[in-house]
């Protein structure tokens, strides 16, 4: 299980921090997949898409950590959520060096959601 939250974490990183021409292109890509061929639309759906990833890598990250620190009996778990939270602000800091990407603390909420949610997942379903 922790290979498994690794790699995810290890995933996340990387196309968080993909340039900006690259991160739109992957996103617009999968707006298509979406709705189709519709211009007006993919817009859209693309900004949706963007704002939804942030929650759900988060979301996906804190659910893994803390299973994973489950299944080893690993009592630290607040430990855990202190690093994911600063990890959720450090990833968007980083973006400023990456060219056409930006800091957001929107998108910092965004990623704290989906801890909050991970947490709430697991609070109630474990």
């Known amino acids: 299980m922790i290979i498994v939250a690794i790699l995810w974490f290890c995933l996340m990183t990387y196309l968080s921090h993909q340039d900006g021409e690259h991160t739109g292109k992957t996103s617009r890509t999968l707006a298509m997949l979406f709705i189709g061929e519709n211009q007006d639309q993919i817009e859209i759906v693309n900004m949706w898409l963007r704002k939804i990833a942030h929650v759900l890598v988060f979301f996906v990250l804190t659910i893994l950590v803390i299973v994973t620190m489950k299944v080893y009996q690993n009592a630290y778990y607040i430990y855990a959520i202190i690093f994911i939270c600063l990890w959720a602000f450090v990833d968007e800091v980083t973006k400023l060096k990456i060219q056409g990407r930006h800091f ?12 909050i949610m991970g947490l709430l997942v697991i609070y109630f379903f474990s």
Do not use: A, M, R
Not at 104 to 115: Q, R, W, Y
């Open 104 to 115: 957001s603390l929107f998108d910092v909420g965004l990623n704290l959601i989906g801890v």
